[in-house]
């Protein structure tokens, strides 16, 4: 195979390098996929607009997030368990984020702890993706621990109450191969992540069900500001309506996003829901994307919405999978020059002229 030059060819790398049952876990979505596959095409039902005779001889690429500046619009969103794509997991995605200058949002559920992952890249901008708990000491001392490694913000998963059904886990039996485990719970019993009976599916639903409070409710948020001082960033809202509701519990942000529709299948495309969100939250916190984003005109049409970043998620894995944080490195170098170019041909100079 020649280098690669884009995330498609990336995808293509990792089909073939890794393990059928892991690739089957990284790539697919919920039930029949019809979000999935929506997220991707939606963005190309949208046509760019360029402006022509403006100077673009000097671009700035930069934007932030909760206030933290980042060197192009485009971060790295949780994905569970990266050393199945590569040894070098999580250390070699937060490094190429941390060389890059942009923000890596860590896991509950990765396979390197969160001491680890700052030990690794104590530069990084680093936020945590939070599942909580039924047992909320187990939660508060996740949270509380990332607070005091230097993790800037809190991206509370609101989505996934129970596990949406994948049915290629199920086919598989996935669960995580027995040599890994899940680094910010040692001291838990997990063993229904590697123990599958095929009564409920995959062992990673089994774990959700067991540990994962189904129960949480709009007042939880109320109580994570009573043990973290950090901001928090909703992931996984899709509607305008449940944006407004998040503003009135004066969050810092909202992630608009269907967990890489591996949730709820038949939701929108997040291209297709961003500029009702936009529009309801009216400015009163900062609104970001992810899903389905796979190039840099993606990025733009985003930005263009009104979004201040977006994330990706599998596009990290397949370079993770190719060559580790190399391909990592590369993906991002890739959709930063395809952002660039795609800015500079639009006729803008910066973000804010999109
Ligand atoms: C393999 C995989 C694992 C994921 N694990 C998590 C997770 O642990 N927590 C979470 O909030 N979202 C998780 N997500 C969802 C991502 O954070 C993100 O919303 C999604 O991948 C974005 O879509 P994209 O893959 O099309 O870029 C996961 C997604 C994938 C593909």
Redo the contacts with the bound molecule.
């Keep these: 195979m020649s280098a690669p030059v884009s995330v498609k060819d990336y995808e293509n790398s990792a089909r073939e390098k890794l393990p059928k049952s892991v690739w089957d ?3 697919s979505g919920a039930n029949n996929e019809q979000t ?1 596959s929506d ?2 095409n939606a963005f190309s039902r949208y046509r760019l607009r360029p402006h022509v005779l403006n100077d673009v001889s000097k671009v700035n690429l930069g934007s932030s997030v909760l206030g933290t500046p980042i060197d192009f619009p485009v971060c790295i ?5 990266n050393k199945m794509a590569h040894p070098t997991g999580e250390i070699a995605v937060v490094k190429a984020a941390e060389s890059m200058k942009i923000g890596y ?1 860590q ?4 396979t390197t702890s969160v001491e680890d992952i700052t030990a690794a890249a104590p530069g990084a901008i680093r936020w945590l ?3 909580i708990y039924k047992n909320r000491e187990v939660t508060k001392q996740l949270v509380q621990r990332a607070e005091r490694l230097g993790y800037q913000g809190i ?1 509370l ?1 609101v ?2 109450p129970i596990l949406g059904k994948r049915y290629k886990d199920v086919k598989n039996n996935f669960s995580l191969p027995s040599h890994l485990s899940l680094e910010n719970f040692k001291a838990l019993d997990l063993k229904e992540l590697h123990t599958v009976d095929g009564e409920n599916g995959s062992g990673l639903a089994q774990m959700v069900a067991a540990l994962i409070d189904p129960s949480l409710q709009w007042s939880d948020i109320a109580w994570l500001k009573t043990i973290t001082s950090m901001p928090i960033v909703l ?2 809202i899709i509607t305008g309506e449940m944006a407004k509701r998040a503003v009135k519990e004066n969050v810092a942000g909202i ?1 608009v ?6 949730q709820l299948d038949g939701v929108p495309a ?1 291209i297709d829901a961003l500029r009702e969100i936009v529009q309801a939250v009216d400015g009163k916190c900062e609104v970001y994307l ?5 190039n840099g005109t993606d990025v733009i049409k985003a930005i263009a919405f009104g979004a201040k970043a977006v ?7 397949w370079g993770l999978a190719h060559n580790g944080q190399e391909g990592v490195r590369h993906v991002l170098k890739m959709l930063r020059e395809e952002f660039k170019t795609a800015l500079q041909l639009m006729g803008c100079t910066s973000i804010e002229e999109l």
């Design positions: 876990y990284y790539s999935l997220n991707c969103a949780s994905t569970a368990m949002m896991s509950t559920w990765a993706q939070l599942y991206f998963t989505d996934t992931k996984g992630l996003s269907n967990h890489g529709a591996r997040t992810d899903g389905g984003v796979r994330f990706i998620g599998r596009p990290v894995l």
